[in-house]
């Protein structure tokens, strides 16, 4: 697969799950189960990558995994749980599992043609 398949597709599982994500907690402040505070709170951790992951840099598709592991926390608690967001738990858990498949290889393989990565330790010491 090559870099500019993994980043499309990262970005796209990436904009639907901000648009998921944003319309079920929305949805979920107007109705009056969570405060409209609340919701906000939800969604602005996701917004932190948005312009990395838009613009392809390698670097925030590295540390935005560990922002979509606190989502998939929330989508496997809400899937056990609760029987009325059954669907929504397991499309947002899904959905989070292939990014976090797809953000680290994408990171890596674009890494690797830009030539970034961690120094190696030079052996005069």
Known sequence: MTSQTLFQLSRIGYLALL??????????GMNGTYSLGF??????PLLFPLKGILTGNPYTYAWASFILCVYLLHGLTLAYVTTDALVFAL???VLICVLLVSFPFYARKRGRELGLGLKK????Q
């Open 19 to 28: 648009l998921l994500l944003s319309g079920w907690f929305i949805q979920q």
């Open 39 to 44: 919701s906000l709170i939800w969604i602005v």
């Open 91 to 93: 499309i947002e858990s």
């Open 121 to 124: 330790k030079s052996e005069q």
